[in-house]
């Protein structure tokens, strides 16, 4: 499943290549994943042109100079593949948004996916994404805006870090390795949690973060291009490593339930 890694490099990849492109045609196969039906759709938006494509959390955001937004998510995930010609577009999705230019690009769902047209005005209000906190790759996202979010928060870290709302872009698959490098059991309650290991976590979700960007995001995702990424499962620390030993302490790496999630922990390095 896309993460922020993931998400913040197929948004940067569209931007860089669809903007200044003017939507000519929008197919909507798949109408539930839209806010719409498909001809108004297509009305709101043919004729108009790209000028910002930008990631909030896990949702991509494409303005139009229009004064209209489409607002995708992958949902559990989804191929988002451009095409430069129509020969060569692939022959399976439920969206395809073509460009004057004879290029475009298509979106397959593996289960549902969201594809919303939001206007200007009711961007802010939209109830998906309005609050959405800032991701870690935000520069605002600093160490003590981090600390500053944790204050008085008695919730437990997995179940804070999971929730959108306080910070974005971190699902469940970073989580194990996040939590591990700060030396936390995914049940630790925030007001139990000391000034170094907030530190040490800030640290942990921006460097596990950064390196999977750096790779070029996971390596079982495609990217815009139908690339994958070089952040291999070899990179995960305890992530998805049962019965693995902990590659600190040698104890063997357990996976235990957390409320509706799976974690994958070594219980001697992370205890609660
Ligand atoms: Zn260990």
Not at 83 to 88: L, M, V, Y
Not at 180 to 208: N, R
Request: hydrophobic share 35%; with cysteine.
């Amino acid at each position: 499943m896309a993460e922020l890694p993931e998400i913040s490099k197929l948004a940067g990849q569209m931007g860089d290549t669809l903007s200044g492109k003017t939507i000519q045609s929008i197919t909507l196969l798949q109408e539930k994943c839209a806010n719409i039906p498909p001809d108004e759709f297509q009305k709101r938006v043919n004729g108009a042109k790209i000028i910002d494509i930008r990631n909030k959390g896990k949702w991509i955001i494409t303005s139009l100079n229009n004064g209209e937004n489409i607002l995708l998510s992958l949902g559990m995930g989804a191929d988002i593949l451009f095409f430069d010609d129509e020969k060569r577009e692939v022959d399976k999705y439920q969206i395809k948004v073509t460009f004057s230019d004879g290029s475009g690009y298509t979106a397959r769902f593996w289960w549902f996916g969201k594809f919303l047209l939001v206007s200007d005005d009711e961007l802010e209000s939209e109830p998906n994404t309005k609050d959405i906190a800032i991701d870690p790759f935000d520069e605002r996202f600093t160490f003590d805006y981090f600390s500053s979010l944790l204050k008085g928060r008695k919730t437990q870290i997995k179940a804070f870090l999971m929730n959108q709302k306080n910070v974005s872009g971190i699902g469940n698959m970073y989580m194990h390795d996040i939590l591990f490098k700060a030396g936390l059991h995914p049940q630790k309650k925030i007001s139990d949690m000391d000034e170094a290991e907030i530190k040490q976590l800030y640290v942990s979700i921006t460097g596990i973060l950064n390196l999977s960007r750096e790779k070029g995001a996971f390596a079982y995702e495609s990217d815009f291009f139908g690339q994958k990424g070089g952040f291999t499962n070899d990179y995960f620390l305890v992530g998805y490593k049962e019965n693995q030993a902990c590659p600190v302490c040698g104890e063997t790496i357990v996976s235990i339930k957390t409320g509706s999630t799976t974690s994958f922990i070594c219980p001697a390095c992370q205890k609660i």
